[in-house]
C-alpha cells in the first residue's frame, strides 16, 4: 500500500486550508484516494490553522493524522508544534522566511524561504502556492502539471493577475527545492 | 466535497423540500449549503430563530406532507428533543442530521460519539424510537440521504443521521449518483380538506385507552422496523480471535489500525454497525457459538458497548477503549488495546 499521510501548518491567513485543499483536489484528479481534514476550531487571521490530507492507492483508514510522512511549516510556532509527529524518515519542508529549521535533522528536511520568494514574484500572500509547488516536487505525491491545471481553472473564475502569480510561485517553489525539476 | 455539504446534497436529491436549521459548529457548512441550494430545486431553506422554532417548523412541513429535515450539532439536538418525542407521537416522517460534539453541557466542538444513548434510546419523553445510521465516510452520509428521507416516509417516523464533527468537516471525492425516489402517499397529510373529511395530526390522547392503543402500534412498528432494518458491515470474521465493533469516524481510524495488525498476521475482524437502532443483533448472531474476545472503541465512554453486551447475550468477554471530549483513540493506541487481548 503506497499512502503519504500529511500534516499544513502554518498561521491563519497563509491559505494553509486552501493549500491543501488543492493538493487534495488535484490527488482526486490523478484517481487517488484522499481525504482533508481541516482544523475547524476558532481560526482567525493571524491565529494558527492546520489540516491533513491523506493520499493512498487504497481505502484509507483514518482521515486525522497522528503519525506524518510529510509536514509543511509555514512558520515557526507550527513547526514546534507538529515537529514531533513526523515520522524519522518523514521529510519536513520548512519556510524558512518564518521559521528556523532544526539543525541537525540529517535527511529529509527541506529548507526554502517561500515568503520571500512570492514576496519577489509580487504577492506575499502567493507564498503557500510556492509550499505546494515545492511540496510536490519534493514528495511526487502528485504531479506538478495537475495542480498547474487547477490553478488555471482557478484563476479564470477569480483574478487572473493572481493566478498568473501563483502559476510561477508553484513553479519557483518546485525549482527551489529540486534542482532539475523544471526538466522533468 | 466536505461531510456536511454531502448531507445536505444528497437531502436536496432524496426529495426534501424543506429544511430548517440553526447555526452551531461543526455543522454551519450544512446550513449554509442548504441555503444556497434549496431554492434552485424550489424547495425552503430557512434559519430559525432557535433550534425549538426549527424542529416544530419540520413538524409542520411533515404534518403538511412534505419531505422535512433540520440538523445540528449535540446540544442542539438537546433543545429539539421534544419536538422530536411529538413527531414519533404524531407518527410524522422527518430527518435529523446530529454531527455530534463534545459533551456534556455546551462542551467543545471537538469531534464525539457521546450522544448515542440519546439517539437510540429515546432522547425526548415517551416510549418511541427513531431509526438511527451512522455514515463512516462523505460518500456513504450522501447515500444515507436517500435511506432515510425513505424510511421516514415509509414508518412515519423520524429518522436520525448520527455523524460526529470529523465527518462534517472532512472532504473526500464523492460521485453524485442520482439516487432511485420511491413516492408515498401520504392521505393523512393536512393538504386542505376541501371535498374530504378534515386529516387531525395529534400525539394527545385523553380518551381512556386511546393512547395505550397507539403505543401498541407504534410498538408493532418498532419491531416491524427491528427486523427489517438492522444494517452492518463485516470483515475478516472468518478466522478472527478479536472482533473489533466501531461505528462512524471512530471506524475509519479503527480499520486502519485492523488492517495494520492483519498485515501483520493477527487474526482481527471488524464490526460496524451502521444502523445503530435498531442495532444489528443479527451481525453477532453467527459468532454467539465461538469463544472470542471483543472490543468496543468509540469516541465517548461507553455507550454503543451496552449494545454489543446486549447482542452477546452478555456472555463473551468485552473490553472497551474509548476517549472523549476532544479526545480521540489513536490508531497505536487501539493496535495496543488489541495486542493486550490476543
Keep these: 500500500m503506497n499512502e503519504t499521510r500529511i500534516i499544513i501548518a502554518g498561521y491563519g491567513g497563509q491559505g494553509i486550508l486552501l493549500l491543501g485543499k488543492i493538493l487534495a483536489q488535484a490527488a482526486m484528479q490523478e484517481g487517488k484516494r484522499v481525504t482533508f481534514l481541516p482544523a475547524y476550531g476558532a481560526e482567525v487571521r493571524g491565529g494558527t490553522a492546520n489540516c491533513m490530507v491523506v493520499v493512498s492507492d487504497e481505502e484509507i483508514g483514518s482521515p486525522f493524522v497522528e503519525q506524518a510522512d510529510v509536514l509543511v511549516a509555514m512558520n515557526e510556532p507550527s513547526l514546534r508544534r507538529f515537529e514531533g509527529r513526523l515520522k524519522p524518515r518523514g521529510v519536513m519542508i520548512v519556510n524558512s522566511s518564518l521559521a528556523q529549521p532544526p539543525a541537525g535533522r540529517a535527511t529529509g528536511a527541506v529548507s526554502v524561504p517561500f515568503t520571500d520568494i512570492a514576496l519577489k514574484l509580487g504577492n506575499a500572500r502567493s507564498a503557500n502556492m510556492v509550499a505546494l509547488g515545492c511540496c510536490a516536487a519534493s514528495t511526487q505525491v502528485v504531479a506538478l502539471k495537475t495542480i498547474s491545471r487547477i490553478l488555471q481553472d482557478f484563476a479564470g473564475k477569480t483574478n487572473k493577475q493572481l493566478g498568473e502569480i501563483n502559476q510561477q510561485a508553484l513553479l519557483a517553489g518546485s525549482k527551489a527545492c529540486t534542482p532539475g525539476a523544471s526538466q522533468r | ?342
Excluded at chain 2, 20 to 36: F, H, R, S, V, W
Excluded at chain 2, 78 to 93: D, N, R, V
Excluded at chain 2, 284 to 302: I, T
Aim: aromatic residues 8%; proline residues 6%.
Design chain 2, 1 to 342: 466535497m466536505s461531510g456536511n455539504d454531502a448531507i445536505a446534497e444528497g437531502a436536496i436529491r432524496a426529495g426534501c423540500r424543506f429544511y430548517a436549521g440553526y447555526p452551531i459548529t461543526p455543522q454551519n457548512e450544512l446550513t449554509a449549503y442548504m441555503a444556497e441550494h434549496m431554492p434552485e430545486s424550489g424547495g425552503v431553506a430557512i434559519q430559525a430563530e432557535s433550534e425549538l422554532a426549527a424542529i416544530n417548523m419540520v413538524f409542520g412541513a411533515a404534518a403538511a406532507g412534505a419531505r422535512a429535515m433540520t440538523s445540528s450539532s449535540s446540544p442542539g439536538i438537546s433543545l429539539k428533543q421534544e419536538g422530536i418525542s411529538y413527531l414519533a407521537g404524531a407518527e410524522l416522517p422527518g430527518v435529523i442530521v446530529n454531527m455530534m460534539r463534545g459533551g456534556p453541557g455546551l462542551g467543545n466542538i471537538a469531534p464525539s460519539q457521546s450522544d448515542y444513548f440519546q439517539a437510540t434510546r429515546g432522547g425526548g419523553h415517551g416510549d418511541y424510537r427513531c431509526l438511527v445510521l451512522a455514515p463512516a465516510s462523505v460518500e456513504e452520509a450522501f447515500g444515507q440521504m436517500f435511506e432515510a428521507f425513505d424510511r421516514a416516509d415509509r414508518y412515519r417516523n423520524p429518522v436520525i443521521i448520527l455523524g460526529d464533527g470529523m465527518l462534517g468537516q472532512m472532504m473526500e471525492p464523492l460521485s453524485v449518483s442520482p439516487g432511485r425516489i420511491k413516492s408515498y402517499a401520504k392521505p393523512w397529510a393536512l393538504t386542505g380538506c376541501k371535498g374530504r373529511a378534515p386529516n387531525i395530526i395529534r400525539s394527545l390522547y385523553l380518551k381512556d385507552g386511546a393512547l395505550e392503543d397507539v403505543n401498541l402500534r407504534l410498538q408493532k412498528k418498532y419491531a416491524l422496523m427491528r427486523r427489517t432494518e438492522q444494517r452492518w458491515e463485516s470483515a475478516c470474521l472468518d478466522d478472527a480471535r478479536v472482533v473489533v465493533v466501531a461505528y462512524g469516524g471512530m471506524f475509519r481510524i479503527v480499520k486502519g489500525a485492523v488492517r495494520k495488525l492483519r498485515e501483520a498476521g493477527k487474526k482481527i475482524g471488524l464490526i460496524r454497525p451502521i444502523s445503530l437502532w435498531p442495532f444489528p443483533d443479527r451481525a453477532f448472531e453467527p459468532l454467539l457459538k465461538k469463544r472470542l474476545s471483543y472490543l468496543a472503541v468509540e469516541m465517548s465512554y461507553g455507550q454503543m458497548i451496552e449494545d454489543v453486551r446486549l447482542a452477546l447475550c452478555t456472555r463473551q468477554p468485552i473490553e472497551f477503549l474509548g476517549r472523549a471530549g476532544g479526545g480521540i483513540p489513536t490508531e497505536e493506541a487501539i493496535i495496543k488495546k488489541i495486542k493486550t487481548m490476543l
